[in-house]
């Protein structure tokens, strides 16, 4: 949980928007795209192995796929929830529809999850759906903004915003964002709050909690116990003030700098978060420690208040590393199906979905247990 303690001060502050699209830029390539390496062993159904955290207190208690002890989980309501709003945004690259994916007049490459096929540019449209889709379950007053480029034929669906850009346009962007999503505000009279996020995450827990838990931050960023890359840039969560917007931006945008100069040769899947853990670590009192313990702190990072959150709670990946072959905390409220696991979140949310008595917690039991397990596209 969020200590308030490390959550007490500053002010809010008066709207406004110039840094929407400005993430966008930094985001790596292939965020939304699926890895079309393939290996000697290929999964094309779940397969359940030992729960890892068994016996850990606070930890999620599996037996089989039944929950022995429940997540907290908190979804949106009128009663516990500000008035302000949360905006997910997050870019989206498809694979090229014109291309025919058979052989002999046959479809090719297909991946089945329960009665439904997917080729690859149905696959990669399928995971979108479903990071929408978890988002609207937990959090259904949020709104999501969908970043792609100016060919793709994406829908729009309720409480979808689609922008057709080129990521190389990006900042120009920020001035037509500031004026059209300026005059929502003065009409709606709300504070909209940003969380950038890659499009392979499910949320499952309100987050809306960050900004009402911890009211002196500009901008949040997840952590691990991890010396060489303890920061994540598949989520980031900005305060919609003015001032909040300001300082993430003009953090972001040294971020931006350092890996102009200093990480263009590394994959831009890694090479952002590397500038980003740079950035952080070049402040002279940051005290590097603090990210082998699981508590959120806040800290100056260039002039803006970061609000440091556990990779555990806040970007849990099926275990590939990082820490989560310890199980998974009952406070968690993101997972990230980074890597090879995107075919499990499309079957995570098909599990949900697959009987009426199947709660969220069940869910999460089969993730935990599915997780070690590869299911490469």
Known sequence: ????????????????????????????ATVCTISTQREAKKFDHLVLGPASGEGLPDHLQCQGTKALNK????????????????????????????????????????VTIGDTSYNKVERSMAILNVFTNFIQVTMPQSDIIIITDPASELPVHRNKVLHRLSRDKAQGAISEAEIRLKEQYQRQGQVRHYIFTDSDIAVVNDLGQIFDHCPNFDMAITFRNNKEQPLNSGFIAVRGTAKGILRAK????????????KFMKASRML????????????????????????EAFIDEIGGASVLFLPFSSYNWTPPEGAGQFHGMPLDVKVVHFKGSRKQLMLESWNFLNSSPSSDISEMLCLILKSGRTKYDF
């Open 250 to 261: 003009v953090l972001l945008q040294e971020v931006l700098k350092v890996y102009s100069s």
């Open 71 to 110: 997540t907290s989980i908190r979804t949106f309501s009128n009663d516990s929830h500000s008035e302000d709003l949360v905006v997910f945004v997050t870019v989206f690259a498809t694979y090229n529809s014109t291309v025919d994916w058979r052989v002999n007049g046959r479809p090719v490459d297909l």
């Open 1 to 28: 949980m969020l200590s308030r303690r490390a959550c007490s001060g500053w002010k809010r502050f008066v709207l406004c928007l110039p840094v929407i699209f400005f993430f966008v830029h930094m985001l790596p």
């Open 271 to 294: 090479g952002d978060q590397l500038a980003l853990f740079w950035v952080v670590k070049s402040q002279p009192s940051f005290d590097v420690r603090r990210f082998t313990r699981r």
